[in-house]
C-alpha cells in the first residue's frame, strides 16, 4: 500500500489524544474517523482532528469507506471483544494498545485472533521506541558481555482520572502490574531474549486513592511493587514500582550488568503535563560503565521537542507510528505481535497472583 494512510481511531482519552497528535506528525497519514462515546473527549478529539468523520458505534466506523488502517485506544477490559467484531466485520491492520487483554479467561480467545486474523495486528509497547531505551537496546549486549541482571525502576506520579474512573478497578484494568507494567515485561524479554519461567511479588496499595469511593465502591488498585523475574537462560530481572514519587528527576531507570560491565538508561517523566512545577525537562542519558579500571561514561539522548510536546512518552509513539506505518506498506512483519503482548499480559497477571498469594508462580 502506497496511498495515504488513513486512520480509523477507537477510543480517543487521553492517550488516543497523543496518538492523533503523533500521526499529524507523520508524512502520507491522517484520521479519517473515530469512534469515542463520551462527549466530553469527542469534543476535544474534535479539535486535534477537524477532518475527521466521528461515528456512533465501532461498526459504523468501520463502514467508513476509505479508513485503511485501525488503532485501539478504548479501556483495556474492552480490547478483546473490540477486536472480534472487527475481525467479524473488516479486518484491517491494527495497532492496538496494551494490555491486550485484562481476564485469564480471555486468553484462549486472544490465541483465537492470533491464529486467524488475516492483516497485520501490532500491540503497542511504547517503550521499546523511547530514545534512551532504543539506544540502551542496541549497545546492552556488547556493554555488559551478556545480561545476568536487568533491573526496571519506575518512580512517577499515580494513576490520572480517566472517563469513568474505569481505571481505578482491578476488574477493569487487569490489576497495576497487567495495566501499567505490560509493557516492562515486555522490555525485560526484548532485553535479556529469553523467556520467563518463574515470577515473585510483593505489591500493595498503600498511600493512593484510599479515600476514593465510585457507585459505593473503594478503588482497589496497588501503588507500588517489586516484582522479580526468572529466565530460562539463567538470567534474571527485577521491577521496582513506586506510583507516589511525583517528584523524581528520572521516571525511569533502567540498568543491565554483565560480566563485561553495566549499562543504564535514565528517562525523564512527562514534564509536559506540569512544567510550572519541574521547569525543563532533563535530557534523558544512558551511562555506560565497563568494570574496573574504567570509569563510567555518560551519553545524552536528546529528544526532539517536537515530539516532546506531542506526547508523555519522549517520542516513542511517534516513532511507533513510522514503524507502524513501514511494516503496512512493505506487508511486513509487527515489531510486537498478539504472542508478545500475551505473554507480557500473563507475566502481569502472575506477578498479580505472586503478590495476592505470597508464592512464587510458574510459567
Not at 518463574?198 to 488498585?221: C, F, P, W
Not at 519541574?278 to 515530539?307: C, N, Y
Request: net charge negative; proline share 6%; with cysteine.
Amino acid at each position: 500500500m502506497t496511498d495515504t494512510l488513513k486512520y480509523g481511531i477507537i477510543g480517543c482519552g487521553m492517550m488516543g489524544q497523543e496518538h492523533i497528535r503523533n500521526i499529524a506528525l507523520l508524512d502520507n497519514a491522517e484520521v479519517a474517523a473515530i469512534y469515542e462515546p463520551d462527549a466530553g473527549m469527542r469534543s476535544e478529539a474534535a479539535q486535534l482532528a477537524p477532518q475527521a468523520r466521528f461515528a456512533d458505534s465501532i461498526g459504523d466506523l468501520l463502514a467508513t469507506a476509505d479508513i485503511n488502517a485501525l488503532l485501539i485506544v478504548s479501556p483495556n477490559y474492552c480490547h478483546v471483544d473490540q477486536l472480534e467484531e472487527i475481525a467479524r466485520t473488516r479486518p484491517l491492520p491494527i495497532l492496538i494498545e496494551k494490555p491486550l487483554y485484562t481476564d485469564p479467561n480471555d486468553e484462549a480467545r486472544v490465541e483465537a485472533l492470533n491464529q486467524s486474523y488475516p492483516q497485520l495486528m501490532w500491540v503497542a509497547m511504547e517503550y521499546r521506541y523511547m530514545p534512551p531505551i532504543a539506544a540502551f537496546l542496541e549497545m546492552a549486549k556488547e556493554v555488559t558481555g551478556g545480561i545476568r541482571m536487568l533491573t526496571i525502576r519506575e518512580h512517577r506520579f499515580p494513576f490520572l482520572v480517566k472517563v469513568g474512573d474505569w481505571n481505578r478497578f482491578n476488574k477493569n484494568t487487569g490489576g497495576t502490574l497487567v495495566e501499567k507494567c505490560c509493557h516492562f515485561f515486555d522490555l525485560m524479554r526484548l532485553t535479556i531474549g529469553a523467556e520467563p519461567v518463574r515470577v515473585m511479588a510483593s505489591a500493595a496499595q498503600d498511600v493512593n486513592h484510599l479515600d476514593e469511593t465510585y457507585d459505593g465502591m473503594a478503588s482497589d488498585i496497588w501503588d507500588n511493587a517489586y516484582v522479580i523475574v526468572d529466565f530460562d537462560n539463567g538470567a534474571r530481572a527485577m521491577l521496582e514500582l513506586c506510583m507516589f514519587a511525583d517528584g523524581s528527576k528520572y521516571q525511569e531507570e533502567v540498568s543491565a550488568v554483565g560480566a563485561k560491565g553495566k549499562i543504564e538508561a535514565l528517562v525523564p517523566g512527562p514534564w509536559r503535563i506540569r512544567p510550572e512545577e519541574f521547569g525543563e525537562q532533563p535530557v534523558p542519558k544512558l551511562i555506560v560503565s565497563p568494570r574496573a579500571p574504567q570509569g563510567p561514561k555518560e551519553i545524552d539522548i536528546p529528544v526532539d521537542p517536537a515530539l516532546l510536546q506531542a506526547g508523555d512518552h519522549n517520542g516513542s509513539t511517534f516513532y511507533q507510528h513510522q514503524l507502524f506505518a513501514q511494516a503496512i506498506r512493505a506487508g511486513g512483519r509487527p515489531a510486537v505481535s498478539m504472542q508478545d503482548g500475551a505473554i507480557a499480559v500473563r507475566m502481569g497477571m502472575a506477578a498479580q497472583e505472586s503478590a495476592r498469594t505470597g508464592k512464587a508462580v510458574l510459567l
